[in-house]
């Protein structure tokens, strides 16, 4: 039934004061090991964040500071958790214009150059000869 793939194809959890981080990671490692022993390659499941907080002039802890602020505390999930969708859970219109208008935007540039130094050190280490595992050097 299609409810049943919905659920096999993604991890939905909530990040900030819900699910801290490390909860996270311990979930989405028991997702990946259940894809691997029913054959399904676990990069393909989908890794989605629900978020709430609150944007304040300063910082006060997890999603609760500025703009800026949130990207920062956002990024690790997208670059190391793997999340790749996030759902601002708020009822305020301007909190989620907010959101759009800041966030969003100041995660997409974080992340296309976290990739982008990324990419760089994967191309210098193949022309080096050591690409790592799985890496061809052709």
Do not use: K
């Amino acid at each position: 039934d299609w409810s049943s793939d919905v659920c096999s194809s993604a991890l939905i959890a909530q990040l900030g004061s819900f699910q801290p981080s490390p909860a996270w990671q311990a979930a989405s490692a028991l997702i990946d090991q259940a894809a691997a022993e029913a054959g399904r390659d676990p990069a393909h499941i989908r890794r989605i964040a629900g978020v709430t907080g609150q944007f304040t002039p300063r910082g006060r802890g997890f999603l609760a500071g500025p703009p800026r602020q949130w990207a920062e505390q956002l990024l690790p999930s997208i670059l190391e958790d793997g999340v790749g969708t996030i759902l601002l859970g708020t009822g305020d219109c301007a909190t989620l214009q907010r959101f759009a208008a800041e966030v969003i935007p100041a995660l997409r540039a974080a992340v296309d150059a976290e990739r982008g130094v990324r990419r760089g050190q994967v191309t210098a280490a193949r022309r080096a000869g050591s690409g790592g595992p799985g890496m061809s050097h052709a």
